[in-house]
């Protein structure tokens, strides 16, 4: 079991321990470590939904996992989640859980996504259980943060290339400290 974080310093101290590590399962795949994907990942969100700094900061832990839970790279979205649930809230551990199941659903219901996979990422498929079965889908298709998960997924899918120059970690404090905040009000 993976401990809770319980400060913004404290993720923000985590989060900075993914530079230099790379996803175990997809090593060799793409030449960027996790904090860049992290980085990448959330700044893809930003453009694509500015009003919604809890989707963009699921996209900006949503690989925590893999440092909190060596080993076990299956569950690195359902233990990045049990991590930043009480910090950031249902919605952020949500969304950091489901951007695995939402790359099985997109391949069981997008004929043209598994194609556009890395190898990495179609490597890791195999790991995480292939295409969701039907029952699987139906599971999914009831969640009500599936939307936004798929969201996270497409931008997890482009968020790996080694040239693109995003703004650090610094950018994203404010916006991980509002959502926090207001996590704890809730």
Do not use: N
């Not at 991590?83 to 099985?104: F, I, M, N, S, T």
């Not at 890791?124 to 295409?131: K, R, T, V, Y």
Request: aromatic share 2%; net charge negative.
């Amino acid at each position: 079991m993976v401990e809770a974080i319980t400060t913004v310093d404290e993720l923000f101290g985590l989060l900075a321990r993914t530079a230099g590590l790379v996803d175990d399962m997809v090593a060799g795949d793409v030449d960027i470590d996790i904090l860049q994907h992290s980085l990448q990942c959330a700044e893809e969100l930003a453009g694509a939904r500015p009003d919604d700094a809890e989707l963009q900061v699921a996209g900006l832990v949503h690989d925590l996992g893999h440092l909190l839970a060596p080993g076990d790279p299956e569950g690195h979205g359902r233990h990045g989640a049990g991590a930043v649930r009480d910090l950031l809230g249902d919605r952020v551990a949500a969304l950091v859980e489901l951007h695995v199941p939402a790359k099985r659903y997109l391949v069981a219901t997008d004929a043209s996504y598994a194609s556009r996979l890395s190898p990495g990422s179609t490597t890791s498929l195999a790991h995480q259980g292939g295409p969701l079965s039907a029952a699987e889908r139906a599971e999914l298709d009831a969640d009500p943060h599936l939307a936004d998960a798929l969201i996270l997924r497409r931008a997890d899918d482009t968020a790996k290339d080694p040239a693109r120059m995003v703004p650090g970690l610094d950018r994203w404090h404010p916006v991980v400290t509002r959502v926090a905040t207001h996590s704890v009000r809730r």
